[in-house]
């Protein structure tokens, strides 16, 4: 089966400037979940959506960051404006449902530098 | 809160030789447990799990770990050590009840041929 999908790979920016991730999940997924990885740390995660809905997003700094799942299959991640602290590895994972039994299966992630 | 404490930010070893990456952690409840890989330009995969089945986990490619409550540890061993294994590895604990998961902070394993 095919994992999960993330564009672009690699993405270099100017602090103020908006950005914009996307993830396709593996098809029939429900979950679907963003991290942050900054560098020398572990994932971190910011948003959780079940199908088109928002489960957890109590570490998303709002003020610049954004999500949506529209259709409850792919999603996208928007930064806007950019910071140099955003400087990051974004990973997007996807599993059946949201329980502990239940296998994250996580993308190669993009890689964010902002300048 | 939950919590995990990778002991070792670096680990290198000889190929051919045991694996040792140290893991403990914190959790007022019976944890759930995992070891992830990272491969350079991958994406992380689960190695294997602990959910208060058997204490001694088998995983994927000759890893396993073995849950020690009195120590609080969730260390993860490979007997013999192959090149394919130079990755970072995450020790990774969930929130009670939940699938939300708490990573530590890596461990960067370099094989030496």
């Known amino acids: 089966e095919a994992g999960v999908a993330q564009s672009p790979r690699y993405k270099i920016i100017e602090k103020r400037q908006s950005v914009a991730f996307w993830c396709n999940p593996i098809s029939g997924h429900a979950t679907l979940y963003w991290y942050q990885q900054i560098l020398g740390q572990g994932p971190k995660l910011l948003i959780q959506f079940q199908n088109n809905g928002v489960v957890d997003d109590s570490q998303l700094p709002k003020d610049r960051f954004s999500a949506e799942r529209l259709k409850g299959v792919d999603s996208t991640l928007k930064i806007q404006p950019a910071k140099l602290e955003d400087s990051a590895v974004y990973l997007c994972?996807?599993?059946?449902?949201?329980?502990?039994?239940?296998?994250?299966?996580f993308g190669p992630g993009t890689r964010l530098t902002v300048t | 809160a939950q919590s995990v404490t990778q002991l070792d930010s670096h680990v290198s070893v000889s190929e051919g030789t045991p694996v040792l990456l140290r893991c403990n952690y914190s959790?007022?409840?019976?944890?759930?447990l995992f070891w992830y890989v990272q491969h350079p330009n991958k994406g992380l995969q689960l190695l294997l799990k602990y959910t208060s089945a058997a204490t001694l986990v088998k995983g994927i490619n000759g890893f396993e770990a073995e849950f020690k409550k009195s120590e609080t540890s969730f260390h993860l061993t490979k007997p013999s050590a192959h090149m394919s294994d130079a990755a970072e590895y995450f020790c990774v604990v969930t929130i009670y009840n939940t699938d939300k998961l708490i990573f530590g902070t890596g461990t960067r394993l370099q094989v030496f041929p």
């Open positions: 994972a996807s599993s059946l449902g949201g329980h502990t039994s239940h296998e994250q299966y």
């Open positions: 959790s007022s409840y019976s944890p759930s």
